[in-house]
């Protein structure tokens, strides 16, 4: 393990365990290195901005305090990648502008040696990506989902037909490459799904939503799942 990659390691073992101690011998032995190696990467911990303590004696050793945040980022270069490559192979999701943002903001605060072997592995991932949809007709989507006010849309149906409709955001869904506003058409009075490539225009209102949930969309498929990132 490279010593980048061994310090993210090494932050996040104090990090879920941040109330008792380990010692150093256990961390030597964990990763494999000297306990005169393990020092050191808990000084450059420290000297990052972790919040590391040391005590003597039993529960003593090394940790992080609690209620204190870690630096901002701690990430591997394939992290960085993974991350960069995620949102640039699908420039057409909600809030994908703002996550590229954030990525940025990650890359600034990344250690020199870090964000070098990130911008050359970046080097070695290629992606055909589409072009995104209209960003004032996709800013306008997010705020209302965020916001949870109406959003009045010009949509132009499958088979050419164009309808002004007042839509309650429940969610975005992705299906067979195509993003999709699904909400409460006050105008059908029923749930609809509208494909946003189909969206002539959106605009946010002042209006409320009036508290309809993704329950009433139905079932999602098998494959389908939220992007909260955590396993079920």
Known sequence: MKRAERLHALSEMLRRNRTRGYSAE??????????????????????????????????????????????????????????????????????????????????????????????????????NSIPPSSRAISSALEEAMSEQRVVRLRYTSRNGTMTNRDVEPVLFASTNGQWYLVGWCRLRDAMRWFSVSRIERASVTKTACSGHTVHEVGEPPANARPVHGREE
């Open 26 to 127: 256990r961390l030597a032995r964990e990763f494999g290195v000297s306990v005169r190696t393990v020092k050191r990467d808990l000084v450059a911990l420290e000297n990052s901005g972790a919040p590391v303590w040391s005590r003597p004696g039993p529960g003593g050793g090394y940790g992080l305090a609690v209620g204190a945040s870690l630096p901002p980022v701690s990430l591997s270069p394939a992290q960085a990648v993974a991350l960069m490559a995620a949102v640039s192979a699908a420039p057409d999701a909600p809030y994908a502008d703002l996550a590229a943002a954030g990525i940025q903001k990650i890359l600034d605060v990344l250690d020199p040696r870090t964000r070098a072997r990130a911008d050359e592995l970046a080097g070695r991932v290629w992606v």
